[in-house]
């Protein structure tokens, strides 16, 4: 969890990789689970219903939820956008 629940959420997926490695954000197994296919493969997470991604990691749908509250946001959009945000600026940058 957020070491200190007053931070703003990550801001990008770097951002969430650095936090996860710094261990300012740990993750239950199955939080964990669901966090390393998003951060493997975002366009799944951009582009894919919450109930799709959790029928890939074998958890219930309220476990993607939980993931993307437990990094700080308040809903599961909120942390999509982040990810579309990122991808998008993956691509401009690949121009």
Sequence with gaps: ????RDHRPPAT???LKYQIAKRQI???DRLEQVA???IERP?????ESAATIAR???V?????HRLA???????FGEFRAMIRNHLRKTAANHR
Aim: glycine share 4%; charged share 20%.
């Design 43 to 47: 366009e799944m997470a951009a582009f």
């Design 56 to 58: 890939n990691c074998k």
């Design 13 to 15: 997926l770097q951002e």
């Design 36 to 38: 390393r296919l998003i």
């Design 69 to 75: 509250q437990r990094i700080g946001f308040q809903t």
């Design 60 to 64: 219930s749908q309220t476990t993607v």
């Design 1 to 4: 969890m957020l070491q200190d």
């Design 26 to 28: 740990v993750f239950p």
